[in-house]
């Protein structure tokens, strides 16, 4: 037993194995001192907070209808709205895609001399 005390007193002695040893404890220290603080907040989380769950009460808003604007029944805005309709009509049944406009394909293998 006196063999193995000196023998690791002699390894001990080295400045290398002295920075290796000294690593190991603050590095072990600090995984015990994470793990003691997660669980002191893992205990104060669960014990202290209680969560309410209030469903929202919507305030309800009476309805008060609005007088229509002065344009509402006026020849010229009627015949521009159904004009812009017939538009958006010819737009949906025209196809707008260009199947003979492909981009060429690029060659990215590029090489610097």
């Known amino acids: 037993m006196n063999a193995a005390i000196n023998t690791s007193a002699s390894v001990a002695d080295k400045p290398f194995y002295k920075k290796i040893i000294k690593l190991?404890?603050?590095?072990?220290?600090?995984?015990?001192?994470?793990?003691?603080?997660?669980?002191?907040?893992?205990?104060?989380?669960?014990?202290?907070?209680?969560?309410?769950?209030?469903?929202?009460?919507?305030?309800?808003?009476p309805y008060e209808p609005t007088k229509p604007s002065v344009y509402a029944d006026d020849a010229a805005v009627l015949k521009l709205e159904e004009d812009i309709d017939v538009l958006e009509k010819e737009l949906a049944r025209i196809g707008l895609r260009e199947n003979d406009l492909i981009p060429p394909k690029l060659d990215f293998e590029v090489t610097f001399k």
């Not at 600090?30 to 793990?35: D, G, P, R, T």
């Open 24 to 61: 190991f404890f603050v590095v072990f220290f600090v995984l015990i001192l994470i793990y003691v603080g997660a669980t002191l907040f893992n205990i104060l989380r669960r014990r202290g907070v209680t969560q309410v769950t209030d469903d929202p009460t919507p305030t309800p808003i």
